[in-house]
């Protein structure tokens, strides 16, 4: 199989799966992991697919990798992202915590606090941080959706709306590089991630550094609305611009 034809059979194997290891495609179609890289590079750069430690993705706006996947992608970051997150929440502090793999390792992080009280309408979440006897875990009602344990719906609007909290930890999957627009794939998500926003106090976005220039299609707001973000790569030009304009502090992770 000649170069051309391996690269156009990446690319359509990638955007079947949304993501797909370089071991893979290595097994697939018979040539080094290195060989593999080299393609992967320069499909990258013909913005034909995303490039990511270990693997390709296809970023479709339409319909999200799935979680399995979004677990494992960019896990480091992930985590360097929620210890230093995790660094500014006060023990005794009140937060929400929203639908998302970086919210997930938030929480992780947040066991060695003490006496905080955390509405989420995230099962995983709620999962990992009911070990903790001094935690108040308040789950949100609403609709479970079955691939990521996210609970969406008018119910979850409505009880989110019943509190007032000192943080609110949100996680996004895009961010426009032009405007600076919070990108995500389901409405209903950005419903209660919106209301979320409006009863914080304080806002956190966390979000690894492949979220910048990441399409999904539907606006959740501006990331002018956020206090501070936690990334581990230094943002676009565009979007550090917007960060000052708005006095939004940045962490970077790394």
Request: aromatic share 6%; net charge neutral.
């Given at each position: 199989?000649g170069q051309?034809?391996?690269?156009?059979?990446?690319?359509?194997?990638?955007?079947?799966?949304g993501?797909?290891s370089?071991d893979?495609?290595?097994?697939?179609?018979k040539v080094?992991?290195?060989?593999?890289?080299r393609d992967i590079n320069?499909?990258?750069?013909?913005?034909?697919?995303?490039?990511?430690?270990?693997g390709?993705?296809?970023?479709?706006s339409?319909?999200?990798v799935?979680?399995?996947t979004?677990q494992a992608l960019h896990?480091?970051?992930?985590?360097r992202?929620?210890?230093?997150?995790a660094k500014?929440i006060?023990?005794?502090a009140s937060?929400?915590?929203?639908?998302?793999?970086?919210?997930?390792?938030?929480a992780k992080a947040l066991?060695?606090?003490s006496?905080?009280?955390?509405?989420?309408?995230?099962?995983n979440?709620a999962?990992i941080?009911?070990i903790?006897?001094d935690?108040n875990v308040i789950v949100a009602g609403?609709?479970?959706r079955?691939?990521?344990?996210?609970?969406?719906?008018?119910?979850?609007?409505?009880?989110i709306?019943?509190?007032?909290?000192?943080y609110g930890?949100?996680?996004?999957s895009?961010?426009?590089q032009e405007?600076?627009s919070?990108?995500d794939?389901?409405y209903?998500e950005v419903?209660v991630a919106?209301s979320i926003?409006?009863?914080?106090?304080?806002v956190?976005?966390a979000?690894?550094g492949?979220?910048?220039?990441?399409n999904?299609?539907?606006r959740?707001?501006?990331i002018?609305q956020v206090d501070?973000?936690?990334?581990d790569t230094?943002?676009?030009?565009?979007?550090?611009?917007?960060?000052?304009?708005?006095?939004v502090?940045?962490?970077v992770c790394?």
């Amino acid at each position: 199989m000649g170069q051309q034809t391996r690269q156009d059979r990446i690319v359509q194997l990638v955007r079947e799966k949304g993501y797909t290891s370089i071991d893979e495609l290595a097994e697939q179609f018979k040539v080094t992991p290195q060989t593999i890289r080299r393609d992967i590079n320069s499909l990258a750069d013909q913005d034909l697919i995303r490039r990511h430690h270990g693997g390709a993705s296809y970023d479709s706006s339409t319909t999200n990798v799935d979680y399995n996947t979004r677990q494992a992608l960019h896990q480091d970051a992930k985590k360097r992202i929620a210890k230093h997150l995790a660094k500014e929440i006060p023990n005794g502090a009140s937060l929400f915590i929203n639908i998302g793999t970086t919210t997930e390792e938030v929480a992780k992080a947040l066991l060695n606090h003490s006496a905080l009280k955390i509405i989420t309408n995230n099962i995983n979440v709620a999962s990992i941080l009911r070990i903790k006897d001094d935690f108040n875990v308040i789950v949100a009602g609403g609709s479970v959706r079955s691939r990521d344990g996210g609970i969406i719906g008018e119910a979850t609007v409505d009880f989110i709306n019943q509190f007032r909290v000192d943080y609110g930890i949100i996680g996004i999957s895009g961010i426009d590089q032009e405007d600076g627009s919070l990108l995500d794939y389901d409405y209903q998500e950005v419903r209660v991630a919106q209301s979320i926003i409006a009863n914080s106090r304080n806002v956190f976005l966390a979000a690894d550094g492949a979220k910048f220039g990441r399409n999904a299609m539907v606006r959740l707001g501006n990331i002018t609305q956020v206090d501070q973000l936690f990334t581990d790569t230094h943002p676009p030009k565009t979007i550090l611009s917007l960060l000052k304009e708005h006095s939004v502090k940045l962490e970077v992770c790394d």
